[in-house]
């Protein structure tokens, strides 16, 4: 994910802490250890040793690193330990470098900042779910999997990746029984999804997190379940024609500016380099740390963190991404 950094200018206007759900944690590196091949997990406390922020399953929080780049990780610990936040970090090598930078300098003992947590992932009160994950994928779902078991739901797990050496959790998950299905492609293929998702089961919810190509085939073969039966997070963004994209208007209501924000550039440069310093971390609309209040028009969503209802809303927007679909845009900042 591409990072985008604090202007360099002192005129900033941050309005950081009034961004939905952020907040900054002092924290440190309380125990890290190797969890499968290229997987870390790290285990935060808070610098003062205080209770930690509430969060639910789903959620993420976001590591910032030294110098301001900002990397999130799905919480995958237990909700009701306000001691600690755990996450798992795989050493992406073709990445922008983030996930190499946490495994080389996060140790033991490093302090760190934390943001969040967010949840743009909720998990929803059913009576049955399906959770399928692909490789890292896994991280939201395991603490849902532990809520459901607890409300007495009916639940069943598919886990896939290149091979179990690669897969973490793997010997917690056993644990949790024969719902549990560990499917490493290496022994058994690509995960039977036309078996898994084939016929709708009534009443059930699907939770999917993993790789574009996973959720995509996920996403195919729920087109004929029940509307709001899938729920996915993806890591990657979509892929949008710009070519018809036009300029609109932006008034800032909380600093009183109108800014033009033209069919080339984002909503989050202009609105930066008008002094105003909004958090972001992904600026491919796959993170939701710039979501932003919508207080008149209508946006054109392109990001992949609101659902369609939470879209169809108009509440809010990803500004790193989504434009207006109407001339003028009102927004709280």
Partial sequence: MTMVQEPARTDIVDLGEKAIGDRAISAIVDRRREIAEGIVELVFRAADDGDLPRWEPGAHVDIVLDDGEIRQYSLCGDPADRTTFTVAVLLEKEGRGGSRRIHEELRAGTSVELRGPRNHFPLHESQRYLFIAGGIGVTPLIPMMRAVEAAGAEWRFVYGGRSESTMGYVDDLRELGDRVTIWPEDVNGLIDLDGLLGTATKETLVYSCGPEPLLAAVEERCQ???????????????????SADTGFEVELAQTGITVHVPEDRTILEVVNEAGVYVPTSCTEGTCGSCETPILDGTAEHRDVVLSPDEQDAQETMMICVSRASCPRLVLDL
């Fill in 224 to 242: 004929s379940w029940p509307q709001g039966t899938l729920n996915i997070e993806r890591f990657t963004a979509i892929q949008i024609d710009t």
